[in-house]
């Protein structure tokens, strides 16, 4: 399967949707090094990460194929699943999310809160996928992951192609102002926001960037992936940033990446958590998965006439 995403799409699904808007650009400035570009995610549809675009989308989507109301079921260290409650909640459907014990509490209150049904294992997000994907074989609910086991798994692509959103909201900005970034860094999971990005960014983007896809050091799943030229699991310890500590890439998003053209970078816990610590300093919140691309980008150390991107994921857990 080709991706080949209509990002007018969701904008046309979203749009009609409450708290909708798109979200903003900031700028933060060094003392001896470049001004940083700030795509501000935290509060994305009042969702607290850029997830709500991919969720809500493919439950919106996928709905109105079918015409009727079904329950969706996924595995998620967190912002997928109450994405994809939210979108249920907001059209009328249901939702069961599977999590992880040593998911945070704060993301199983928001699932509730969202009136998703959670249940909870001591699975690891690999595990999960297979818990999840047992569940909606045996109850006939959808299962709606936000990452791929094959090429031709569409509830994903659907997620991914909601993420394409963010990156036709930054270009409509750099073709106004003319200021194009020269460098993006893009934090990564699974792959599919970092692969969905990329797509759009080779596809339209006037003015070319550098992209580094970041993962922790701990689950270097998409760069050991390119090296073999295949989807390989890595092994590793858990990581402080618990929403990118996945062992094993999407098989879509490693096809999208292998032909964007990227570079890839891997933070350690140390550094990201010291990320989060310099943006929660400029009054910018977040947690050490929200902060990893500033961490890769500061450990680049780029040149002050550099224009770097970063996409600030999510807001703080609590």
Known sequence: MTFNPDPAAPLRTLAALPGFAATPLRTLSQP??????????????????F??????????????ERGDIPTFVCASAGNHGY???TGARLLGAKARIHLSRSTPAPFV???????????????RYDEL??????????????????????LNDRPPALVMEGYTLIAEELRAVFEVSGRWPTEVYLQAGVGGLAAAMAHMVRANWRVQPRLVIVEP??????????????????????????????KAPSVLAHAVLARCEVEYAAVSDAAA?????????????????GAAGLAALLSAAPPADARPLIILTEGPLA
């Not at 001896?32 to 990460?49: F, N, Q, V």
């Not at 509730?112 to 249940?119: D, L, M, Q």
């Not at 701990?218 to 858990?238: F, H, I, Q």
């Open 109 to 123: 209150t928001r699932l509730e809160s969202a009136g998703a049904e959670v249940v909870i294992s001591d699975a």
């Open 217 to 246: 050091e701990a689950a270097p799943c998409l760069a050991a992936s390119a090296k073999a030229g295949r989807p390989v699991r890595v092994e590793g310890p858990d990581s402080v940033m618990g929403r990118l500590d996945c």
């Open 32 to 49: 001896a090094g470049p001004t940083i570009l700030i795509k501000d995610e935290r509060d994305r549809m009042g969702l607290s990460a």
């Open 51 to 64: 997830k709500a675009v991919g969720g809500i989308h493919a439950v919106a989507t996928l709905m109105a």
């Open 273 to 289: 958590q010291t990320a989060a610590d310099h943006l929660a300093f400029a009054g910018l919140p977040t947690t050490p998965s």
């Open 83 to 85: 994405a994809v409650a």
């Open 129 to 150: 996928l297979l818990e999840a994907a047992a569940d909606a074989a045996t109850t006939g609910a959808i299962l709606l992951s936000d990452t791929a086991d094959t």
